[in-house]
């Protein structure tokens, strides 16, 4: 029910699914939907202490009842099984995608110009710069204590949540922008971009 952008989605199960999108421009709109097993539907954002707001653009839950969703202007927005509130984590730039290892740990990477995250220890959040890196655009997560994340001009890497320290390969695999990672089983890791 919408003529918005999508650009994130994530679900619990096939009947508790969650889209997120919006333009991002002053006449976009931010767009939060949900499928319940059977049709989609809108759903009101809660109110906003940050101004502007046009576009979220990650979704992801530890569970149907712990969903987190991202945004312009460094907005975080949290379900908690029965509704959605607004959690302040200290950013002001987007941010661009989220992943987790569960409850006690959520990782939010975007940044325009620089690199910035905002790690959920389980009861705060903490937002670090890690300029002069480049905006990250995708973060993944096997274990805890590392992120592995991408973004533009060729970012790819590990991020140390423990030091905030970002190893990447000398020089970038490319010039261009990297927009999504994921892990497998066999210990892989793969970008696009």
Same mark, same amino acid.
């Given at each position: 029910?919408?003529?918005?952008?999508?650009?994130?989605?994530?679900?619990?199960?096939?009947?508790?699914?969650?889209?997120?999108?919006?333009?991002?421009?002053?006449?976009?709109?931010?767009?939060?939907?949900?499928?319940?097993?059977?049709?989609?539907?809108?759903?009101?954002?809660?109110?906003?202490?940050?101004?502007?707001? *046009?576009? @979220?653009?990650?979704? /992801? $839950? %530890?569970?149907? +009842?712990? =969903?987190?969703? &991202? !945004?312009? #202007?460094?907005?975080?927005?949290?379900?908690?099984?029965?509704?959605?509130?607004?959690?302040?984590?200290?950013?002001? *730039?987007? @941010?661009?995608?989220? /992943? $987790? %290892?569960?409850? +006690?740990? =959520?990782?939010? &990477? !975007?940044? #325009?110009?620089?690199?910035?995250?905002?790690?959920?220890?389980?009861?705060?959040?903490?937002?670090?710069?890690?300029?002069?890196?480049?905006?990250?655009?995708?973060?993944?997560?096997?274990?805890?204590?590392?992120?592995?994340?991408?973004?533009?001009?060729?970012?790819?890497?590990?991020?140390?949540?423990?030091?905030?320290?970002?190893?990447?390969?000398?020089?970038?695999?490319?010039?261009?922008?990297?927009?999504?990672?994921?892990?497998?089983?066999?210990?892989?890791?793969?970008?696009?971009?």
């Amino acid at each position: 029910p919408t003529t918005q952008n999508l650009w994130g989605v994530w679900g619990a199960s096939s009947s508790a699914l969650w889209a997120v999108g919006g333009d991002g421009l002053a006449d976009g709109q931010a767009t939060l939907l949900h499928w319940d097993g059977s049709s989609w539907s809108d759903v009101a954002l809660p109110p906003l202490q940050k101004v502007g707001v *046009d576009q @979220l653009l990650k979704v /992801w $839950g %530890t569970s149907a +009842d712990d =969903v987190y969703v &991202v !945004g312009q #202007r460094g907005v975080v927005l949290r379900f908690d099984g029965a509704g959605w509130k607004e959690e302040l984590v200290g950013a002001s *730039d987007d @941010l661009v995608s989220l /992943w $987790g %290892t569960g409850p +006690d740990r =959520v990782v939010a &990477v !975007g940044g #325009r110009s620089n690199a910035i995250v905002s790690v959920w220890d389980g009861s705060s959040w903490k937002t670090t710069s890690l300029a002069p890196t480049p905006g990250l655009n995708g973060v993944w997560m096997r274990t805890p204590g590392v992120a592995h994340v991408v973004g533009t001009y060729g970012t790819l890497g590990d991020l140390d949540l423990a030091t905030m320290k970002l190893t990447t390969g000398d020089p970038p695999p490319t010039a261009l922008d990297f927009h999504s990672i994921f892990g497998d089983a066999r210990g892989r890791v793969h970008a696009v971009g």
